[in-house]
């Protein structure tokens, strides 16, 4: 399941419709500031999966906005069988209903069923396992409701991973007090969720208490608003008298006029300033020019002279390069016609070596072919039995199509049970002697026992004749019978089983096969790592050669061929000596012309600097120079006369805007706190007359009592739950098979925060025990408040990605779930959430705007009313 768009209506702050859309597959973030609505979200995403539509609870009243109304949330959602949206409404004309393009497919608790089968068939969710509400940065955080939600979603997983739970053990008598816990649970509530039985004692003491509380928070917020009225009017009377005071008046007017004049002022001196500035900056380009053409003309004088000095050296040192060149040129010449004759030498020690070589090779090559003959031989046959036992692990159901289908048969099950609980009865009660004439189908009804009347039935009466039953519409409704059953059938057919049995035995079979598969595999690996091809290729490598004559002795060859081998290496060193010696000598001859040429240009572009001067001397351009410095200080003095005491415009124009900001925030003041004066009379008015804190008081005290009622019976069901949860629990023996793929998911994301870290587990709430890392175990209880909400949400992270393997694909929400996180861990665990983006739905609200910049992943945006409706 992904989530693809939400929207608001009627919920906490958002009174008019507001959306989030085109959540995209992977990574989704949610960036905005603190009130902008993120939680507001969040807690609306859970409403829609996990709150009934009828539900008037705490969490669902939280909902409501403080003007009243139905609080509404739909969520389009895209499942395997396409995209749908549902829609729920609480409180006022509660509804459920489920659309797929546009057509209503289910409505009410139809529509309640069809969620839960979306989100795997697990009315408690994944809320409090996968999905972190603002606040809860531990496994354990929540309501004890939300964890208890976690835990039965942990234990479904561990029941998809282990593929079988045992037989529960007790036999009968744990049957026995299994249906006698339930039993005393259904006087309270109903449902696999064990909400509160609708007119029951529970549900009575719920409706009391939420009442009771609604009536104590609206007059709790009229005598608070009528306290807050009383005490804005008295700041807001004390804030317009001073505003209003004449001596204030007079200050602002003065010192608005002084700012004004004192502007004025400096505007004229700064345009004095700016024309000193002006002339001060012609003098010092003009100076700065003739002393550069000052010290170029020097500068090319020294260069010249330097550069004919050097040039007459290089132009020696050159012809000396040349001259060692050709001295070592002859001596590589003479070392290269030694290494062609060593060469030589060598040619014809090699063919004696490989003549004696092929002789002991042609002896040796009979033994190795039949090795490789025989292990060819066995490998093939290991291969036809891979081949042929992989035909048969293709048939039959794999273990995921069996839980599904034994899914599909309980539903069916569950479904007849349904039908028969809610469906009319009649009960026969006979006269004496009179047992057995009244008929149903044939069959006599037995005394006092109840006959399920799902559909209209005739009873046969001896003697009187037959009577017709026709049950209500609730009763009639064999839909959901049917339905289950078609999709069993289906199941079976699809794996071409006739029924439940079968499908497991063809399980069975393929799993034996899947066993000779891998036997083969490893007897086919270990005769042939590379192939049977390779081992052909090395049995056709083996030469076939006749017996050698004349051959000389193989140790005799070897020993000349390692002589002519060492003095081939001797001349070819002495070769390669010559060689670098020769490259070395050429590099320096190469490097002397090249320096020659260099300093010869040098001489040349001085040269040509000179004649660039004309007949201008070095005495007329020191003049020049002098008399451009003078001109300069000259222009310097008068631009400090100029800046001498001048005012600073900026700070006036700062001056001038603050006192002209007191004025106007003055008179915007006065012409606010006027009519907020006269409005708070008004509501103060209307609230006095009304005893208010008198019916505050009442009502709490009855709430009071209501709430230690409804206490006695939560406590009741709570032990009787928990009563049920340990029978329950005897049944799960498979708990090892869950932890080992949770810690083989969870241990590349450690890896990425602590290297060579590992999580040790409770078995009672199949959550972490403790972190070892450095090889010591650290209870997670100790962490720190940021490595506890690291190594929680990496959890998380983890178990998604088994729900996704176990078939039930869930969207991870997030809700400021790092606030304990430094900047370094927090790179780190942005890499996490990019690792398990890859096949997940990941959606994370955050107000941390600088922090989570780094995150990536793909933008989203709450869109208010008004931004939905502007056009574009």
Request: net charge negative; proline share 3%.
């Amino acid at each position: 399941m992904k989530i693809r768009a939400i929207t608001l209506n009627n919920v906490r702050r958002f009174t008019a419709p507001a959306r989030v859309d085109a959540i995209g597959d992977g990574l989704n973030v949610l960036c905005e500031p603190n009130e902008h609505g993120k939680s507001t979200l969040f807690d609306s995403i859970q409403a829609a999966f996990f709150k009934p539509y009828g539900s008037r609870d705490q969490e669902v009243r939280s909902l409501r906005p403080h003007a009243g109304g139905a609080p509404e949330v739909t969520v389009e959602l895209e499942i395997d069988a396409g995209r749908f949206m549902i829609t729920k409404r609480w409180l006022q004309k509660p509804a459920a209903t489920v659309h797929r393009d546009g057509t209503l497919i289910a409505q009410a608790d139809a529509a309640e069923a069809w969620i839960a089968d979306a989100l795997g068939g697990d009315a408690g969710g994944p809320s409090g396992l996968i999905w972190v509400r603002q606040g809860v940065t531990r496994l354990t955080g929540g309501s004890p409701k939300e964890e208890q939600a976690a835990l039965d979603a942990r234990r479904d997983l561990m029941t998809s991973v282990g593929e079988e739970v045992e037989a529960m053990t007790g036999g009968r008598r744990m049957d026995a007090a299994l249906a006698r816990c339930r039993a005393e649970l259904e006087i309270y509530a109903t449902g696999k969720n064990r909400a509160p039985r609708k007119n029951g004692p529970w549900k009575e003491a719920q409706e009391e208490v939420e009442s009771l509380e609604a009536r104590r928070e609206a007059l709790a917020a009229t005598a608070q608003d009528l306290h807050e009225s009383l005490a804005a009017r008295k700041r807001a009377r004390r804030d317009l008298r001073g505003w209003e005071a004449p001596d204030a008046v007079e200050d602002r007017r003065t010192k608005l006029a002084a700012a004004r004049a004192a502007h004025a002022a400096a505007e004229r001196h700064a345009e004095k300033v700016e024309t000193a500035t002006r002339a001060l900056e012609m003098a010092q380009l003009t100076a700065d020019n003739a002393r550069a053409r000052r010290d170029s003309f020097r500068e090319a004088l020294a260069e010249r002279a330097a550069a004919a000095e050097k040039v007459s050296a290089a132009d020696t040192e050159a012809a000396d390069k040349r001259a060692a060149q050709d001295e070592a040129r002859q001596r590589r010449d003479a070392a290269a016609r030694k290494l062609e004759e060593a060469q030589a030498a060598l040619k014809a020690a090699e063919r004696a070596r490989a003549l004696a070589l092929r002789a002991r090779t042609a002896r040796d090559g009979a033994a190795r072919r039949k090795e490789f003959e025989d292990r060819i031989a066995r490998a093939e046959g290991a291969r036809r039995e891979m081949e042929t036992a992989a035909a048969a692990a293709r048939t039959g159901p794999d273990a995921a199509t069996l839980r599904r289908i034994e899914a599909l048969a309980a539903a069916h099950t569950a479904a007849i049970a349904a039908r028969e609980a809610t469906a009319a009865q009649v009960v026969a009660h006979y006269d004496a002697g009179r047992d057995g004439t009244i008929r149903a189908d044939g069959t006599a009804l037995a005394d006092g026992q109840p006959l399920p009347l799902p559909r209209a039935t005739r009873l046969t009466i001896e003697g009187i004749g037959q009577l017709e039953i026709r049950p209500g519409e609730a009763g009639q409704n064999d839909r959901s019978v049917e339905d289950a059953a078609a999709a069993l059938a289906k199941a079976l057919a699809a794996v071409g089983a006739e029924d439940l049995s079968g499908a497991r035995a063809g399980t069975d079979a393929r799993a034996d096969a899947e066993r000779r598969h891998s036997e083969a595999k490893a007897v086919l690996a270990s005769l042939a790592p590379d192939g049977i091809d390779r081992l052909r290729e090395a049995l056709a490598a083996i030469p076939q050669l006749d017996e050698v004559v004349d051959a000389p002795d193989p140790d005799t060859a070897e020993a000349a061929f390692d002589a002519a081998r060492a003095a081939h290496e001797a001349a070819r060193l002495a070769s390669d000596t010559a060689t670098e010696r020769l490259s070395d000598l050429r590099n320096d001859a190469t490097r002397a012309d090249t320096t020659l040429a260099s300093l010869r240009d040098r001489l040349k572009r001085a040269e040509e600097a000179l004649a660039k001067g004309g007949d201008t001397s070095e005495a007329d351009l020191a003049a020049t120079a002098d008399a451009a410095a003078v001109a300069l200080e000259a222009a310097r003095a008068a631009h400090a006369e100029a800046t001498k005491d001048a005012p600073d415009l900026v700070s006036t124009q700062a001056a001038l805007s603050r006192a002209e900001s007191v004025e106007t925030r003055a008179q915007e003041e006065i012409a606010r706190l006027k009519p907020q004066l006269a409005q708070l009379d008004e509501r103060i008015r209307r609230s006095s007359g009304e005893a208010v804190e008198e019916q505050l008081a009442e009502t709490e005290q009855e709430l009071e009592t209501a709430r230690a009622r409804l206490d006695r019976i939560e406590h009741e069901v709570a032990v009787l739950v928990r009563l049920e949860q340990a029978l329950e629990a005897a049944r799960a023996e498979a708990r090892e098979r869950y932890f080992e793929p949770i810690a083989k998911e969870l241990k590349p994301l450690l890896h990425l925060l602590w290297p060579d870290a590992e999580l040790t587990w409770r078995e009672d709430t199949l959550l972490p025990d403790a972190l070892i890392r450095d090889g010591r175990e650290e209870p997670i209880s100790i962490l720190s408040g940021g490595t506890q909400e690291q190594v929680a949400l990496l959890v998380r992270l983890a178990f998604a990605r088994m729900l996704g393997q176990a078939g039930r694909t869930t969207p991870v929400i997030l809700d400021d779930a790092l606030i304990f996180t430094d900047d370094d861990r927090i790179e780190r665990m942005f890499d996490a959430l990019h690792r398990q983006a890859g096949d997940l739905q990941i959606i994370v609200l955050t107000c941390r705007q600088r922090a989570f910049r780094e995150l990536g992943g793909k933008a989203l945006r709450l869109s208010t009313a008004a931004e939905l409706e502007a056009p574009g």
